[in-house]
């Protein structure tokens, strides 16, 4: 009788256990892939992961599965966004596989004033396809505010996640290009404003506001594979507020597919930021 009441007891013990730890049978699985970052910012990247290991293990009906072979994963659908499209069935068979049902990306960007922009996506390993994507700026970079935005940007996505299974997932309706651009207009004018190679920019830039303007911007997408066609121009106008001139040019977008609104918006950022001192010289060029 003994032996029997203590089985009991530890059947009891192991269910409490289960139940307060939120791994039931029907708990999602989450993977995380190794942040993308610059090797200064290793100690960042590992600080990331946890949190967001961290944040997904607390967080009522998902498990943290982070496994050696998640980059794996990631590389098989590397081909989505090279490709925009997913050979049927090998997105469902791999992930019924691997035992992943999502798995969450990031990268870490240090901009030049030592602020840095972590971006996050998640992917349904069953679909292909990107079912939500967040991203935070952090001005001032320490241990407490980075955790306290990858906080932040779990929680966001969990609930992208929860949405995509429940079907109410906001992005299975088509979006606005300026929906997906978000704060674009900012990030590249700050871009633009925080540069500090030209010097006769940076002496009378105080005197100067910039208008981004994205409408040239074009952005097909395909919702079967959740991809995105992006082309088209952005234009700037600059004028000085002690002359009162002004003067415009534009930046002709290199093509590109990518995979949800936070990385089109990092890969703009990206063009803008490689041709950020030729805008500037042909501003202050047709100002003058």
């Known amino acids: 009788m003994f032996k029997l009441h203590s089985l009991f007891k530890a059947a009891a013990f192991l269910v409490t256990g289960l139940a307060c730890s939120g791994l039931f049978a029907d708990d999602l699985k989450i993977a995380i892939s190794e942040p993308r970052s610059s090797a200064d910012l290793k100690e960042e990247a590992k600080l990331v992961k946890d949190q967001f290991n961290t944040t997904i293990a607390k967080t009522r009906g998902f498990q943290v599965f982070d496994r050696a072979h998640t980059d794996q994963i990631m ?13 049927g069935g090998e997105a469902r068979d791999l992930g019924e ?7 969450i990306t990031s990268e870490l960007t240090m901009l030049s004033d030592g602020a840095i922009r972590i971006t996050t996506q998640a992917l349904s390993i ?9 991203n935070k700026l952090v001005e001032i970079p320490s241990s407490k505010t980075i955790m306290e935005a990858c906080e932040d940007l779990m929680t966001s996505l969990l609930k992208n996640v929860n949405e995509s299974m429940s079907g109410r997932n906001a992005s299975d309706a088509p979006q606005s290009p300026q929906s997906m651009l978000g ?3 900012g990030d590249i004018r700050r871009v633009l404003m925080n540069n500090k190679s030209i010097p006769n920019w940076n002496a009378n830039k105080d005197s100067y506001s910039l208008k981004i303007d994205l409408s040239g911007l074009n952005i097909e997408e395909n919702r079967q594979f959740g991809t995105s066609r ?25 093509p590109f ?4 609104n936070t990385l089109i918006q990092q890969k703009i950022r990206e063009q803008v930021q490689q041709r950020v001192d030729n805008i500037i010289r042909d501003l202050l060029n047709e100002l003058t």
Request: proline share 2%; net charge positive.
């Open 75 to 87: 590389k098989e659908h590397a081909q989505v966004r090279q490709t925009g499209h997913f050979p």
């Open 97 to 103: 596989f691997k035992g992943a049902d999502f798995v």
């Open 126 to 134: 069953v679909t292909a396809r990107v079912v939500g994507s967040a």
């Open 183 to 185: 704060n674009l207009e």
């Open 230 to 254: 992006v082309n088209g121009k952005i234009y700037f106008t600059l004028t000085d507020s002690a002359t009162k001139n002004s003067a415009r040019t534009e930046l002709e977008l290199k």
């Open 257 to 260: 597919t990518e995979m949800g």
